[in-house]
């Protein structure tokens, strides 16, 4: 009632119905009938500048506008969609008269000390806390980025000496349209002039630093669970007087800031969720704009070179927008839990919900859009989002190196995470069925009932957190898994996590969120299923150790990707050997070793809390195999090289065995697990080994075979199936042996040279030479060149000539430094015969 009192004291005279809710709740009368005065104060507000950045409701709504045109564009003209009337808002009381403002104490300028705070609060790599300009050329001014969980200086100008006894001030913030104290949206607090310098790490508070003169600073702490976003700073100082009856009344003068202050998450703060006591790696996981992601299969990895480019100008703002955005424009305590916002901004980066920012596509067909292999940073991403809504198009590790950028930007510690022969679980039975049915005498796979897949890899993010959400103490704190590629729906939205690496581990699928999901992805066995004339199934094999191998990062040494030079102005070494160098294995954090009992454990626990398990995958054991099949080939295939493959058979047992036959064939994969049709195969007659004996049936595939049949990624499915007849006429139990390998070409890298001097001022121009030979036998046609970094000002992506056979493409590039620093410098080549040629060179900004 009190603060709808003084609301009515600003508007004017209180309507009827207002004098009623007021005697509703308590007001007292007069005998008269009229109501009694109720002591309040008045208060102006005032400040002497124009806001510098329109206020974050505002320029979202000019955000959602764009992005809004853009996806209606194809279905009618272009139009703002319909809002709801709304109310006008009740008028502030008018500024004070120069006059009057003059006879008591007030604020003439705040100074937020933007580059000593964001030293302070290791913020200082943000472009955006000094005055720039943008890429549209418009001039900006510095904002002040810091941290909660810790104090900032702010300067205060006042009209006179500030004296501890005759004045009075507090500090008010505020984040969001109408701010409350309730929800978290709204703080103040008086000014400690004793100089208290410890408070309570969920309070805000503030202590008089210092006094000179005129300027007093101000030392003030930020709770370390508000709410991160956008804050603006209000000062509340006090005058007494009398009324014109004589009667003592105080007026309240308020000071609006003219800018913004950008509170983030602190894991340098004990008390913040995002702590990480170790803080050297902090300088990975927060502050290093560089890295790579790891692709490929199993045994053929190699990394691509990223610029995640969290401080790029924009990029802060347009994570803010999403989490805001994700939150459907309602700020809220949630926002302060960073649990919460992990889980938001990994279905903000998908566009599947709430139109997000990348658009999925894995049918190799792009021509409205972007290939996702010609990516190479997310600074271009989010930029073209936040000018025309969601961005075409993406796959797995885009989806991946995206959020790392984001949840770096607004701070929480982030890493990009590689799952090699990575499961996908369509029916939460937490183990991959595989189902084969018998033609034409051999086994092959039942493409209709076979939902579940095994990606050559899959690529998520892990974000350090507290869970004090799981009631569980400290075992759930760490790494957990969040992933934005739109897979299945987890509480109805496409989001995954985020989900503890010790409750994965574990096999504890009961844990929130989709622990059993990644699980899956990461450790489940996967099961063989034979499908007999009655339709009924029969369990032949059960295959342990295939799934979750190489989960992969990069090592955390705060250094870009591309730091090591060999050679007189060039990068010159083994890309297979140095990406693995910077390759950091973790799959101990994900599983046990394999076949262990802690291992085997947690699978069967994992099986026995699945929503849908199948019964009788562990029921009995398999059929014995007297014949060994082993299928081998080289991982280290260069594309337009012959493949050979052979499938070798040992007897094991103790007696002579017949081998009926053994077929070879090979089939196009997509990194998703889907096959195209068989192009390739080969039958061997049969042979009969003595107990001991050893053999190989060996075939040669040469780039006429397979050229015409890749897609993207140059993967194939080998398959290999060797059948031994039964030992004797009366059983019909003979053996079947399948073996399935997936299989990547080996593609060129770029070699990337700088020209000249190795160090570049900043704003002059470096030159790099980009080049590589064409290992196909035919000439590369529609190809493109896209650059990402830090440390240079943004490139449009270039089309490029053509490279005939067995000629070497060799490019020159000039870059702006924009960045002080040293800084990766990534390159992508597409083309239509061979795509994602990548590779980086290394360059110090003074």
């Known amino acids: ?21 007021f005697r509703k709740k308590g007001t007292k009368e007069s005998k008269t009938g009229k109501e009694l005065a109720i002591p309040a104060y008045k208060e102006y507000s005032y400040s002497p500048k124009k806001r510098r950045r329109l206020n974050f409701w505002d320029r979202d709504r000019e955000m959602y506008y764009k992005t809004w045109r853009k996806l209606v564009k194809d279905l009618m003209e272009r139009e703002k969609p319909p809002t709801r009337e709304s109310s006008p808002e ?17 604020v003439q300028d705040v100074n937020l000390n933007i580059a000593e705070n ?31 969980g810790d104090f900032m200086k702010i300067t205060l100008t006042l009209d006179r000496p500030y004296e501890k006894k005759a004045h009075d001030m507090r500090l008010i913030f505020t984040t969001g349209k109408d701010s409350v104290e309730s929800k978290g949206t709204r703080v103040q607090f008086k000014i400690d002039e004793d100089g208290k310098k410890t408070y309570n790490a969920d309070k805000w508070g503030g202590y008089l630093e210092s006094c000179d003169g005129n300027k007093i600073n101000v030392m003030v702490y930020i709770a370390a669970d508000c709410i991160i976003g956008e804050w603006t700073l209000c000062v509340r100082t006090f005058a007494k007087g009398k009324n014109k009856k004589g009667e003592p009344k105080t007026i309240k003068y308020l000071y609006e800031h003219d800018e913004d202050i950008n509170i983030l998450f602190n894991p340098w703060c004990k008390d913040d969720g995002t702590y990480m006591e170790d803080s ?8 290093n704009e560089s890295g790579c992601v790891y692709r490929g299969n199993t045994w053929t990895r190699g990394a691509k070179p990223w610029n995640f480019g969290q401080f790029e100008d924009g990029i802060l703002d347009i994570a803010m927008y999403l989490l805001r955005y994700g939150f459907k424009g309602k700020i809220k305590k949630d926002m302060g839990d960073p649990v919460k916002v992990s889980r938001i901004l990994a279905k903000m980066v998908n566009a599947c919900d709430d139109n997000g920012v990348l658009v999925g596509n894995w049918s190799g067909e792009y021509d409205d859009g972007v290939s996702p292999t010609a990516w190479a940073g997310s600074p271009k991403i989010l930029k073209q989002f936040s000018q025309s809504g969601p961005v075409k198009y993406g796959q797995c590790w885009v989806f991946s190196c995206l959020l790392t950028t984001v949840c770096r930007a607004v701070g929480i510690p982030c890493r990009t995470v590689t799952n090699f022969s990575s499961a996908h679980d369509t029916n939460e039975s937490n183990s991959i069925d595989k189902y084969y049915i018998r033609k034409e005498g051999k086994l092959e796979l039942d493409e209709c009932r076979n939902a579940d897949s095994v990606w050559n890899f899959h690529v998520w993010n892990e974000v350090w957190l507290e869970r004090p959400d799981l009631g569980r103490g400290k075992v759930m704190d760490g790494w957990q898994v969040i992933d934005a590629t739109p897979q299945e729906t987890s509480d109805g939205e496409y989001t995954c996590g985020p989900a503890p690496l010790y409750a994965i581990k574990h096999g504890d699928c009961s844990i929130q969120y989709d622990v059993g999901f990644v699980f899956t992805e990461v450790n489940a066995d996967e099961v063989c299923w034979k499908i007999l004339d009655d339709d009924s199934t029969e369990k032949f094999k059960v295959k342990t150790t295939k ?27 083994d890309r297979i050997d140095y990406d693995e160098k910077k390759r950091l294995d973790v799959t101990d954090c994900y599983k046990f070793q394999e076949g262990s009992k802690q291992e085997r454990e947690a699978v069967l626990k994992a099986h026995q809390t699945a929503k849908c398990p199948i019964k009788g995958i562990y029921d009995i054991g398999e059929v014995k195999e007297d014949i060994k099949f082993k299928l081998n080939h080289s991982n280290e295939v260069m594309i337009g090289c012959p493949l050979v493959i052979d499938i070798s058979a040992k007897n094991v047992g103790s007696k002579a065995r017949q081998i009926s036959y053994v077929h070879i064939s090979v089939k196009s994969k997509t990194y998703t697990g889907q096959a195209g049709p068989e192009f390739f195969d080969k039958y061997f007659g049969g042979t009969q080994l003595s ?26 499915q080998i398959d290999g199936l060797g059948v031994v007849d039964s030992i004797d006429e009366t059983s019909d139990n003979c053996q079947e042996t399948t073996k399935s390998h997936d299989f990547r070409f080996r593609r060129p890298d770029l070699t990337v040279e700088t020209i000249g001097e190795k160090n570049v001022k900043k704003g002059e121009t470096a030159k790099f030479k980009v080049s590589f030979k064409n290992p196909l036998r035919v000439p590369l046609t529609n190809c493109l060149m896209t650059m990402e970094s830090a440390g240079f000002r943004n490139r449009e992506d270039e089309k490029q ?20 620093g040293t800084h990766d410098v990534n390159f992508s080549f597409d083309c239509r015969e061979l795509k994602d040629i990548s590779g980086s060179g290394v360059i110090n900004i003074v």
């Open 801 to 820: 000539p053509d490279v005939k056979v067995d000629e070497e493409y060799c490019q020159e590039f000039f870059l702006n430094a924009k960045k002080k």
């Open 90 to 106: 009740p008028p502030k009381p008018k500024p004070p008269k120069p006059e009057k403002l003059v006879k008591v104490l007030h």
């Open 547 to 573: 799934i979750g191998k190489c989960i992969s990062t990069k090592v955390p040494d705060g250094k870009p990707f591309q730091d090591e030079t060999y050679g007189e102005g060039g990068f010159h070494f």
């Open 118 to 148: 964001a030293e302070k609060h290791r913020t200082s790599q943000y472009d955006c806390i000094s005055e720039r300009e943008n890429d549209e050329g418009q001039s900006c001014p510095a904002e002040c980025v810091v941290r909660r």
């Open 280 to 287: 050297e790696l902090l300088k990975e996981y927060i502050l």
């Open 691 to 716: 107990p001991g004996e050893e053999t190989k049936f060996e075939v040669t595939m040469t780039h006429e075979d397979y050229l015409e049949n890749l897609v993207e990624q140059a993967g194939l």
């Open 1 to 21: 009632m009190y603060k709808q009192y003084v609301k009515t004291l600003q508007t004017g005279s209180p309507d009827e119905s207002s004098k009623k809710q």
